[in-house]
């Protein structure tokens, strides 16, 4: 989703990743985390142009990454993608900010829930049966982007690799085979590169 001036967002406060045990990369043991990052008490909506260059806020951003048949779908970041920051990179993750448009007055898992699907329906078209689980976080607090943000990342596992992007921000989109993405390893985000290594590695 592009970023607009009246744009609200999902934050949580950092510290209590910081009371919860920050770490750097990807992390496993999302559950445990998202109980408590996501309990209403501890998230607000704040507008995007606000948060974007605050780091005692972590934005709750879905990071789905859809696999299929030994391949992973793949897009480059073009000019339309909301955050100037990682255009032309190439990305695995589908998804976005949790908006407040989409939450109907909630503010803990199902407003994250909702959004997630929201984005996924926006950005793609999936024409195949599937399977999504959440596979972990990503905390990155070495890059300006990561900072400001939390990813939730999900596999999503097609039975076929029947996938179309909507948005133009998604460039040379399309699936490639995971055996071969440690080879071009550097040309993703940091968030792919986590999600390679973790998840992807070997597969």
Avoid at 174 to 185: E, V
Wanted: charged content about 30%.
């Amino acid at each position: 989703m592009s970023a607009t001036s009246n744009e609200r967002v999902l934050v949580v406060p950092a510290a209590e990743l910081d009371r919860l045990g920050r770490f750097q990369g990807f992390h496993a043991e999302a559950d445990r985390y998202l109980a408590v990052l996501l309990r209403p008490e501890n998230t607000s909506f704040r507008p995007r142009s606000e948060v974007e260059d605050d780091p005692s806020l972590k934005q709750i951003i879905a990071y789905v990454v859809i696999r299929s048949r030994g391949a992973v779908f793949r897009y480059t970041r073009g000019g339309s993608r909301g955050e100037a920051r990682l255009r032309r990179l190439m990305s695995l993750g589908v998804g976005g900010h949790v908006d407040e448009a989409d939450a109907d007055g909630r503010r803990g898992f199902e407003a994250y829930d909702a959004a997630m699907r929201r984005e996924l329906a926006e950005e793609v078209e999936i024409r195949s049966p599937g399977v999504l689980t959440l596979a972990g976080l990503i905390n990155d607090d070495a890059t300006p982007v990561g900072k400001v943000h939390l990813g939730v990342v999900h596999l999503y596992d097609l039975d076929e690799p029947a996938v179309s992007p909507r948005e133009r921000g998604l460039a040379d989109a399309g699936f490639t085979p995971i055996a071969g993405l440690a080879a071009d390893r550097e040309r993703f985000e940091t968030w792919s590169r986590f999600c390679i290594d973790a998840l992807l590695s070997g597969r």
